[in-house]
C-alpha cells in the first residue's frame, strides 16, 4: 500500500476517534521545501465535517498519528497543514520491496478491454516531416505508457492513400517524369513522390496566372485550372476502378511505404496493424446507408448527404458528396467501424492527430454515437500543438517543410559535432561513436518535444535540445551513464538486503527515495492523461535529485560499508527507473558517454 493511502487510513481514524466524524477523503500534497516534513495533510477541507480553528485541528491529528502510527516520527502545523515526518524504516522497507524489480513502476496486464492508439496517418503523396514526427512520437509514446499502466494495446495508422492529393502526383509524374522511379534517382520512394506534388502545385499556380491573364478572377481560375480538372477526373476513375489509373497508384504508393518504413525504423516507432482509406471509405459508405435508413443522415435534393447536429451545438456535416464520392469523415466511420470488426477486444481508441481536426473528431465521435455503438463513448483525441521553427511555418506542396530522415540526420551530427567538443569519447571505436551520436540526437529530439504538454505548441530549436545541461535528453542520458559507470567500480554484493537498522538516511537520500515512490503513480496518471510531458519531467526531476545526492555525498567513497552498499543500490535502482522511463518515452539509454 502507497504512503499516502496508508496515511489517509490513519487520518481518518484519528478525526472519528478525536472528532467523531467520518472524513470521505484526505488531501494531500508535498512538504514544501521550507518546511520539515515529507507529506502534508491539507486541514482547511476537513473544516466541512470537524468545526474548529485549523491549526488546532492539525496539531490534535498530528499528535494521534505520531502516538499511534509507527511510520510517522514526527510532524508540525504551518497555518492549516499538517506537515508529517516519516520514519525512515518506512524508506527502507519500501526500497527493499523495489531495487530489484527491474520493470518497477509497470502494472501487470489488467482485465479491461483493450486500446487501441492511432498515430502517423500519413499522406502517399510526400514524405513524413517535422509535423508528423511530434504526431508519430506522441502516439508511440501513449502506446508504451497506457501499457505500463496495464492496458493491453494495439499500435495501428490509417494511412491517408487515396483522393485528390494523391492523384495530383500521380498526375505530375505523369507530365513531368520521364519514367524516373526510386532505383533511377537514388532517392526513397517517399521523396521522389513528395516532388511531384510540389510539381503539381507549380503547373497548378502556372495555369491559374494564365487564366488570370485571360481574363478569368482569380477564385474561378483557380477551380478551372485545367491541371487540377485532370486530377479530379483521375480521381474519379480510380474511384470507378479505372485499371490504368489503379496500376499507377499502386505502383507510386508501393514506393511511399518503403520510404516510410525506413523512417519509421530510423525513428524507433512500430505499428501492430495498418488500415487504408481506399480499404475503409466503401465500409463507411455502406453505413452512410444505414443511417439514412434510420434517420441518423439526411440527403438533400442534389444527392448529398447530411448528419444534422444543430442540436448538440454543432453545424450540418456531409458525409457523402452528390457526385456519390466520400469525403474524410465517411472514410473515418468506415476505418473505425472496421477496427472493431477486427480486433472485437478494443472497447476504446485514441486519435493521435493535430489540434486543427478538434472539430472533425468531435462531429465524427458523436456521429458514431448516434449510429448506436457503444464503444463510441470511450474514443478520445490526442489533440497536440503544431510545431513551428525559428524560420517559420511549413508548407508541404511549396517544398519548405522539414523532412523527417533529415531532421534525424542532423540531430546525430549536432549530437556529433558537441561530443567532440566534450572530447569524452576518445577510446570509442568509429562504429560505436556514429551509434552513441544516433542514440543522443534521436533521444534530443524525442525528449524536446515530449516533455512539452500535447497540447502546446513547439518552437523547436535541434541546438538547444541537445544541451548536456538541463532539461534535455542528453542531461538524462549522461546522468544514466554516469550510474552505470558506479556500478561498474563498485564491486559490492548486489544480493545484500540491509534492514532499517543498519541504514541512517541522509536527507539527499530521503528526497530521492520519496521521489522513487512517485512512479508508478506518474505513469497511471500519464496514462490516463495521455500525457508523456508527465513521465518526461518526472525523470529530469529524479535525475536533478540523483545529481544532488552525488555532489553532496560521497557513494563509492563512503565512510561505512552499510552506506556504500546502500548508496550503490540506490544508485542502480534510480538508474532502472531512469531506463524505464525513457523506455515509455521511445528513447534509448547509453551504458557509456
Not at 287 to 312: H, I, N, R, Y
Not at 538 to 556: C, E, G, M, R
Request: charged letters at 25%; hydrophobic letters at 35%; proline letters at 3%.
Amino acid at each position: 500500500m502507497k504512503l499516502q493511502d496508508t496515511l489517509e487510513l490513519h487520518v481518518k481514524a484519528a478525526v472519528k476517534e478525536l472528532f467523531r466524524s467520518d472524513l470521505e477523503s484526505v488531501e494531500f500534497q508535498a512538504t514544501r521545501k521550507e518546511f520539515t516534513g515529507d507529506i502534508t495533510v491539507v486541514v482547511f477541507p476537513m473544516l466541512r465535517v470537524v468545526k474548529g480553528n485549523p491549526v488546532v485541528i492539525g496539531e490534535q491529528i498530528g499528535q494521534y498519528l505520531q502516538d499511534n502510527v509507527t511510520l510517522v516520527k514526527g510532524f508540525n502545523v504551518v497555518k492549516g497543514f499538517l506537515n508529517i515526518e516519516i520514519d525512515d524504516s518506512y524508506y527502507v522497507d519500501f526500497f527493499n520491496t523495489i531495487k530489484n524489480q527491474s520493470n518497477y513502476g509497470f502494472a501487470s496486464l489488467k482485465d479491461d478491454k483493450a486500446v487501441m492508439v492511432e498515430y502517423s496517418s500519413p499522406n502517399t503523396n510526400k514524405p513524413l516531416h517535422l509535423g508528423h514526427v511530434r504526431n508519430v512520437l506522441l502516439g508511440y509514446s501513449v502506446s508504451e505508457i497506457l501499457k505500463a499502466s496495464g492496458k493491453k494495446v494495439y499500435k495501428t495508422q490509417i494511412i491517408n492513400d487515396r483522393g485528390i492529393h494523391i492523384c495530383k502526383s500521380m498526375l505530375a509524374w505523369q507530365r513531368f517524369g520521364n519514367g524516373e522511379t526510386p532505383e533511377s534517382t537514388g532517392l526513397k520512394g517517399d521523396k521522389l513522390v513528395g516532388n511531384y506534388y510540389v510539381e503539381f502545385d507549380k503547373a497548378y499556380k502556372t495555369e491559374i496566372a494564365e487564366l488570370v491573364v485571360q481574363g478569368q478572377n482569380e477564385e474561378d481560375a483557380k477551380k478551372n485550372a485545367p491541371i487540377l480538372l485532370e486530377a479530379q477526373e483521375m480521381l474519379r476513375q480510380w474511384e470507378a476502378g479505372d485499371a490504368e489509373v489503379v496500376a499507377l497508384w499502386e505502383k507510386m504508393n508501393g514506393w511511399v511505404y518503403e520510404g516510410f518504413e525506413e523512417t519509421y525504423k530510423a525513428i524507433g516507432v512500430d505499428f501492430d496493424k495498418y488500415y487504408y482509406e481506399s480499404q475503409t471509405y466503401l465500409l463507411g459508405k455502406e453505413f452512410v446507408a444505414e443511417g439514412l435508413k434510420t434517420g441518423v443522415f439526411e440527403e438533400d435534393p442534389d444527392g448529398s448527404v447530411w448528419c444534422d447536429l444543430t442540436d448538440e451545438g454543432l453545424d450540418r456535416k456531409i458525409v457523402l458528396r452528390a457526385d456519390g464520392t466520400a469525403v474524410y469523415m465517411t472514410q473515418d466511420i468506415g476505418t473505425a467501424i472496421q477496427r472493431i470488426k477486427d480486433y472485437p477486444d478494443v472497447g476504446g481508441m485514441v486519435y493521435t492527430v493535430g489540434n486543427e481536426q478538434d472539430y472533425h473528431f468531435k462531429v465524427l465521435f458523436l456521429i458514431l454515437k448516434k449510429l448506436g455503438f457503444d464503444w463510441a463513448k470511450n474514443l478520445y483525441h490526442l489533440s497536440y500543438g503544431m510545431v513551428d521553427l525559428p524560420s517559420g511555418k511549413m508548407k508541404s506542396r511549396e517544398g519548405t517543410v522539414v523532412d523527417a530522415d533529415d531532421l534525424i540526420q542532423e540531430m546525430a551530427d549536432t549530437a556529433e559535432e558537441i561530443s567532440k567538443e566534450l572530447g569524452k569519447l576518445d577510446d570509442y571505436s568509429e562504429a560505436d561513436k556514429k551509434a552513441l551520436y544516433k542514440t543522443i540526437g534521436l533521444g534530443a529530439l524525442k525528449y524536446y518535444i515530449l516533455k512539452v504538454d500535447p497540447k502546446k505548441r513547439i518552437l523547436f530549436d535541434p541546438k538547444e535540445s541537445i544541451d548536456f545541461q538541463g532539461n534535455t535528453g542528453p542531461f538524462i542520458q549522461y546522468t544514466y551513464a554516469r550510474i552505470q559507470s558506479i556500478l561498474r567500480k563498485s564491486n559490492i554484493d548486489e544480493n545484500i538486503t540491509l534492514s532499517a537498522a543498519e541504514v541512517s538516511l541522509h536527507d539527499k537520500e530521503r528526497e530521492l527515495l520519496k521521489q522513487l515512490e512517485q512512479f508508478p503513480e506518474v505513469i497511471q496518471n500519464a496514462a490516463s492523461q495521455h500525457s508523456p510531458a508527465l513521465v518526461a519531467n518526472y525523470t529530469y526531476d529524479l535525475v536533478k535529485d540523483f545529481n544532488s545526492l552525488y555532489q553532496n555525498v560521497s557513494i563509492l567513497g563512503a565512510d561505512k560499508e552499510e552506506e556504500k552498499v546502500f548508496r550503490v543500490q540506490l544508485s542502480k535502482t534510480v538508474g532502472q527507473t531512469i531506463k524505464n522511463a525513457f523506455s515509455v518515452l521511445g528513447i534509448e539509454v547509453p551504458e557509456r558517454m
